[in-house]
Structures are given as C-alpha cells and as structure tokens.
Nanobody, 127 residues
C-alpha cells in the first residue's frame, strides 16, 4: 500500500512558476514509476508527465513539453513537478499516481495503469 500526498498548488499569474511535490508513504517508493495527471472542470483526467523508478526515463504530454519537468528523490520518497511558463489552460487539479509496471502494449499515458492516487492539489493560472 502506498499513500500519496500532493502539495505546492496555488494561484499564479500567467508566465509564472510552481513546483508541486508528492510525498509517498512506505519503504517501496523506488519500486514505482510515478506519474502526474490533471483534471480541469468538465474535462477528463489527462496525462501530464511520468518518471521511471530510477528517474532515468521521463515522458511528457505535448502540451507541457519544454515547460514542465518531472523529477524524483527516492531517498525522500518524493516526486516533483516543476511547472514554468504557466498558462491559463494549465488550470486544473493535479494528481500524482504510482504504478508498479505497465501492461504489455501500454504506456505511462494510460490512466488505468496507475493503482495509487493522491487527493490532488489545485493549480490556478490567471491571465
């Protein structure tokens, strides 16, 4: 069992930056690949970024590539999402999630691959 707690959300002006953190409980954090997803009102939850167990591999949604950076510190059981050059369309509740591994033919983008989820943190970007 893994419990995930996000923090770092808030209100920021367009062009600003925020860093989200996701703290995980338990001693098996390094066994999980981690992802960040977001959900805006009226929209489905969508993939933002993911990172492998060791941190050696990452992936990003096209909409955030070059602006967001995912990282992790396995010693601190924490995954981060650095968000720069924020846009109003980045406004959403951001969730971190954990997966032990991907099914054949799947990808980090697949929301059904993640078994543990945090409660979310609100990010609001004003224009």
């Amino acid at each position: 069992q893994v419990q995930l707690v996000e923090s770092g959300g808030g209100l920021v002006q367009a062009g600003g930056s925020l860093r989200l953190s996701c703290a995980a409980s338990g001693r098996t954090f390094s066994s999980y690949s981690m992802g960040w997803f977001r959900q805006a009102p009226g929209n489905e939850r969508e993939f933002v970024a993911a990172i492998s167990r060791s941190g050696g591999s990452t992936d990003y949604a096209d909409s955030v590539k070059g602006r967001f950076a995912i990282s992790r510190d396995n010693a601190k059981n924490t995954v981060y999402l650095q968000m720069n050059s924020l846009k109003p369309e980045d406004t959403a509740v951001y969730y971190c999630a954990a997966t032990l591994g991907l099914s054949d033919g799947s990808s980090w983008w697949d929301i059904t691959e993640y078994v543990y989820w945090g409660q979310g943190t609100q990010v609001t970007v004003s224009s």
